[in-house]
């Protein structure tokens, strides 16, 4: 629907001017090679202790296996993640928490899948600058991740069966120096609307006039990426749909509340436009640096969709809060499936997350919403 830049500006700045390079610009963050570099490089992994070759790690019904435990100063730069499960929801089972610095609450926790862009609960590879899944069930992520004293990784098994092997490598460089005392943390909230409520099911397409004329002007009832007090700024997005209704889901605008504003101040002119495509995605789906539609569902009750943004080009910094959003259609009329990893930095400490849905709600599941296509829905 709309053009956007051929070529994207990638700077960024996480910390200030004396400290790391990587930290100045985002496109030689993985080192200038011609420098000396002022770290050292440690790597936690799943390797046998034995010497032998089951690098692996069990997980137990109900156990929480721990990934990395670490002290600072120092950053976190790559996570590697592989495994073997036989239950069908292992994605959204198992769930993925990082604490930074002692603190008692996490500054991340998702499911795991939903972490790397898999919002449905199934595998499939894409690849952008900060996350990517390769062939077959490789799980990588690229974001920079500091902390001051202390870094815990757990990964706890909410399922019913037990995951035999599970496969990790992280790769830390740590610092003989302290990091600059407002570097800001890597967050990321798993959000999810299983259904968005829909203003209305009154409608048999997008543009009825019913739907047309509804106004939307402070973002009430949209669908909540995040919600965050403090300092920072907000990185980006993965995002899967699951249709509950027929036609395009996308017809819902973004909207950005910075540091309480009644209104946004950053509004978007569709979902589609937000994520980079244009006119339902077209005809395939695509994965590029920033932006991406690796999975394109049909425009109709049972599509599925995945989708994402990363703001390298330009973080949304907030100074006291952000409250990010997107429409569930136009003023948010459509009541469809959405699951959701908002990734930011802020200061610590945080706000409090909304509490992650038991694990039976978190399977991707049609709903009796009604509306075009969803007669025949039966209720679980």
């Known amino acids: 629907m709309k053009r956007f830049p051929s070529t994207l500006v990638l700077t960024v700045i996480f910390a200030t001017v004396d400290w790391p390079a990587w930290a100045q610009d985002f496109p030689r963050w993985q080192t200038n090679l011609t420098q000396p570099q002022d770290y050292g490089l440690k790597r936690v992994s799943s390797a046998d202790p034995s010497g032998g070759n089951a690098d692996f790690r069990p997980i137990e019904p109900g156990g929480t296996l721990t990934i990395l435990d670490a002290e600072g100063p120092a950053l976190l730069t790559h996570i590697w993640f592989t495994l073997y499960a036989p239950a069908p929801h292992h994605l959204k089972e198992l769930v993925l928490r990082m604490y930074w610095d002692g603190e008692r609450t996490p500054s991340v926790e998702a499911p795991l899948g939903d972490f ?82 829909g203003w209305s099911n009154q409608w048999q397409l997008n543009s009825d006039r019913l739907v047309e004329e509804k106004k ?92 994402y943004r990363f703001h390298l080009d330009s973080p949304i910094p907030f100074s006291k809060s952000l409250r990010a959003t997107i429409e569930h259609g136009h003023a948010n009329h459509r009541s469809d499936n959405y699951y959701s990893v908002a990734y930011w930095y802020q200061s610590e400490p945080h706000g409090p997350f909304p509490s992650l849905p038991p694990v039976d709600q978190r399977i991707p599941k049609l709903q009796p919403v009604g509306g075009p296509g969803n007669a025949a829905v039966i209720p679980h």
């Open 116 to 197: 790397f862009g898999l919002g449905l609960g199934d595998y499939f590879t894409w690849e952008s600058e900060l996350l990517s899944v390769a062939n077959d069930r490789a799980l990588n992520s690229f974001f920079p991740m500091p902390f001051q004293k202390h870094a815990r990784i757990t990964l706890t098994n909410e399922g019913r069966e037990k995951v035999p092997l599970f496969y990790f490598n992280l790769d830390y460089r740590a610092y003989s120096k302290p990091l600059p005392a407002d570097t800001l943390y890597f967050h990321a909230q798993f959000r999810q609307a299983q259904p968005n409520p």
């Open 216 to 307: 939307n002007l402070n973002g009430e009832g949209n669908y909540i990426w995040m919600e965050a007090t403090g300092r920072g700024h907000f990185l980006g997005v993965t995002m899967s749909v699951l249709q509950n209704q027929d036609g395009w889901w996308g017809e819902g605008d973004d909207m950005f509340f910075i540091d309480g504003e009644p209104r946004p101040s950053i509004n978007g002119t569709g979902s589609e436009d937000y994520f980079l495509g244009a006119f339902d995605f077209g005809r395939s789906a695509f994965s590029y640096r920033l932006f991406g539609a690796p999975v394109k569902g049909e425009e109709h009750a049972g599509g599925r969709s995945s989708v």
